[in-house]
């Protein structure tokens, strides 16, 4: 069974940051791409950024392109979101993925395991 569980949410002021985390179990977590995306209320859910297998290839949405950097530590089977420069906008749930292939893509719909979601609030 694939789990993927996600950490390091929570309430941020305008211009701080964040990292996230998604530890994953049950698959070869070395063999396939990692992907975070995000969902804020009212609205659908949005990519924000992918890693291929090895960590060389990265891809992020124009949004947060300068600010947010995917990084993935194999040995540890985890991804992270590292968020800088934080605006109200980003406030989101945000949710880590593994693709069905070893490259980095940005439509859901080539992602087949799902976290549950981190909550990240941007608020002064």
């Known amino acids: 069974q694939v789990q993927l569980v996600e950490s390091g949410g929570g309430l941020v002021q305008p211009g701080g940051s964040l990292r996230l985390s998604c530890a994953a179990s049950?698959?070869?977590?070395?063999?396939?791409?990692m992907g975070w995306f995000r969902q804020a209320p009212g609205k659908e859910r949005e990519f924000v950024a992918a890693i291929s297998w090895t960590g060389d290839t990265t891809i992020y949405t124009d949004s947060v392109k300068g600010r947010f950097t995917i990084s993935r530590d194999n040995a540890k089977n985890t991804v992270y979101l590292q968020m800088n420069s934080l605006k109200p906008d980003d406030t989101a749930v945000y949710y880590c993925?593994?693709?069905?292939?070893?490259?980095?893509?940005?439509?859901?719909?080539?992602?087949?395991?799902w976290g549950s979601g981190t909550q990240v609030t941007v608020s002064s």
């Open positions: 049950g698959r070869t977590f070395s063999n396939y791409a």
């Open positions: 993925a593994s693709g069905r292939t070893q490259w980095p893509q940005r439509s859901p719909v080539l992602y087949g395991y």
